[in-house]
């Protein structure tokens, strides 16, 4: 069966929520970009528990899922990608303590994960994975 990851779109202040990603050596078309967080479901967890849990873990923050923004699949990772729009409601931005932040052995050539707020603006100026989410976000950023 192909995995299911989940990813939170969270509009903070004025601007939005992103894992920046340094120093990526498992990725070699790609060593820094930023990304949309989120991850893999756990047994039984429904996409909304699993993207809640997700950014809970990353950003330290807690949101409630608003809706369904987009959903793709990716062929060269097996999986079906959704994409929601979240709302903030408590937590302080940065305080994540995910496996990502444990300096667990797993995440070694992950490299850095570094939770930013990006300006609105400023989007469409980051690399921002994946490219295709990125074109349907810069299409709707200011209705969100």
């Given at each position: 069966?192909?995995?299911?990851?989940?990813?939170?779109?969270?509009?903070?202040?004025?601007?939005?929520?992103?894992?920046?990603?340094?120093?990526?050596?498992?990725?070699?078309?790609?060593?820094?970009?930023?990304?949309?967080?989120?991850?893999?479901?756990?047994?039984?967890?429904?996409?909304?528990?699993?993207?809640?849990?997700?950014?809970?873990?990353?950003f330290g923050i807690d949101v409630k899922v608003v809706k369904k923004l987009y959903e793709i699949y990716s062929d060269k990772f097996h999986q079906k990608e959704i994409f929601y729009l979240c709302e903030y409601v408590s937590g302080e931005?940065?305080?994540?303590?995910?496996?990502?932040?444990?300096?667990?052995?797993?995440?070694?050539?992950?490299?850095?994960?570094?939770?930013?707020?990006?300006?609105?603006?400023?989007?469409?100026?980051?690399?921002?994975?994946?490219?295709?989410?990125?074109?349907?976000?810069?299409?709707?950023?200011?209705?969100?």
């Amino acid at each position: 069966m192909d995995r299911i990851r989940v990813a939170g779109i969270i509009p903070m202040g004025d601007g939005f929520a992103f894992m920046h990603r340094k120093g990526v050596v498992k990725r070699k078309d790609y060593q820094e970009y930023y990304t949309f967080p989120g991850g893999g479901l756990e047994e039984g967890e429904t996409p909304e528990e699993g993207t809640i849990r997700e950014i809970k873990e990353e950003f330290g923050i807690d949101v409630k899922v608003v809706k369904k923004l987009y959903e793709i699949y990716s062929d060269k990772f097996h999986q079906k990608e959704i994409f929601y729009l979240c709302e903030y409601v408590s937590g302080e931005f940065g305080t994540g303590e995910g496996p990502e932040f444990s300096n667990d052995p797993h995440y070694i050539d992950s490299g850095k994960y570094i939770p930013e707020i990006v300006k609105k603006e400023d989007v469409k100026n980051i690399l921002l994975l994946p490219l295709e989410i990125k074109e349907k976000f810069l299409e709707n950023i200011s209705n969100l």
